[in-house]
């Protein structure tokens, strides 16, 4: 089975730019992650999908940062405009049902100059 | 915000050493997950244990579980240099109805052949 896929793999942009994360989950995985992570940190959640609807998004800075997962399967997290403190990897996962374990996809760099 | 905090941050051993990371947490939970990731990568889920368990193996793996400490702890035993990676404890915790997994800061371990 294909794994989570994510992209881009890396992302230079310049703050106050938009920028746009894509992840394709496991097909049939109903519940879709994003996190975000710092160096040397663990993943922090910013949202949580179950299909279309977003059931947690309380860490997600809406000033900024947008989220959708359109037709419950492919979903895309936005930035606009980026600050110079988003520079990190940020990580989308995915899992059959609520309660099971999450796949990862390897994630996008993002660096803010 | 992080509910898991790991000991130790990090740990360097000898190939075919025995390495023990400890993770303790808040609330109460419905289960607690480990994953291990690599240099670059994303989280690979490797073991999850109910919060009804005590302990649990898989492979040269073993994982204990402390609900009235709020503690558990992550045993790889036999070490092989491609053990080296960040390992995190997750909990899932029961006020959430599930699914909200929460990840601590990670203990890096090197194995050294």
């Known amino acids: 089975e294909a794994g989570v896929v994510q992209s881009p793999r890396y992302k230079i942009i310049e703050k106050k730019q938009p920028v746009a994360f894509w992840c394709n989950p496991i097909s049939g995985h109903n519940t879709l992650y994003w996190y975000l992570q710092n160096l040397g940190q663990g993943p922090e959640l910013l949202i949580r999908y179950e299909n279309e609807e977003a059931v947690d998004d309380s860490q997600l800075p809406k000033d900024r940062f947008s989220a959708e997962r359109l037709k419950g399967v492919d979903s895309t997290l936005k930035i606009q405009p980026a600050e110079l403190g988003d520079s990190a990897v940020y990580l989308c996962a995915s899992s059959l049902y609520r309660n099971s374990p999450l796949h990862f996809g390897n994630g996008t760099r993002l660096t803010v100059t | 915000s992080q509910q898991g905090e790991e000991d130790p941050q990090a740990l360097s051993i000898q190939e075919g050493e025995n390495a023990t990371m400890n993770c303790s947490y808040k609330?109460?939970?419905?289960?607690l997950q480990w994953y291990r990731q690599n240099s670059g990568r994303g989280l690979v889920h490797l073991i999850l244990i109910r919060s009804n368990e005590r302990e649990k193996h898989s492979g040269r793996l073993r994982v204990t579980l402390d609900t009235s400490k709020k503690s558990s702890s992550l045993l790889i035993t036999a070490s092989r240099a491609a053990d080296t990676a960040s390992y995190f404890c997750a909990t899932d915790a029961a006020e959430n109805q599930g699914g909200k997994l929460i990840f601590g800061q990670g203990t890096e371990l090197s194995v050294k052949p």
């Open positions: 609330t109460s939970i419905n289960n």
